[in-house]
């Protein structure tokens, strides 16, 4: 991780009126840009919810929280933001700061305790 700041990781989720599927969906991919040096954001991706169609979940890594607000006031987020008439419940927006990041190497240390 980088520096002593915690990462932010940010789940977005959409409900999306079953007629307005498509504009959320254009809506979200004219979003879309690979992350930019400078911008703080590492990563980010648009996933459907494997039981409900109509559901969106937005997930961004930011480097910290600096980055995310200045995110939070862009215009980009405000178009987001403009999607709530598209939408059948109000946009649900979890922030999570994160202090420790593990990777692949604790998943087989772990394995191999339990074998």
């Not at 991780?1 to 498509?22: D, F, S, W, Y």
């Not at 999607?83 to 191999?112: C, F, G, M, W």
Request: aromatic share 6%; glycine share 4%; with cysteine.
């Amino acid at each position: 991780m980088r520096g002593a700041a915690a990462m932010i990781i940010v789940r977005t989720i959409l409900n999306t009126l079953p007629e307005k599927q498509k504009e959320v969906i254009q809506t979200l991919l004219s979003m879309v840009s690979p992350p930019a040096d400078g911008t703080g954001l590492l990563h980010w991706g648009i996933y459907t919810d494997i039981e409900d169609c109509n559901v969106f979940h937005l997930i961004s890594e930011w480097e910290n929280r600096r980055h995310l607000n200045r995110h939070l006031n862009s215009d980009t987020f405000s178009v987001l933001l403009g999607t709530k008439s598209l939408l059948s419940k109000p946009i649900e927006i979890y922030i999570h700061q994160v202090a420790a990041v593990e990777n692949i190497d604790v998943v087989y240390a772990v394995r191999k305790e339990s074998s």
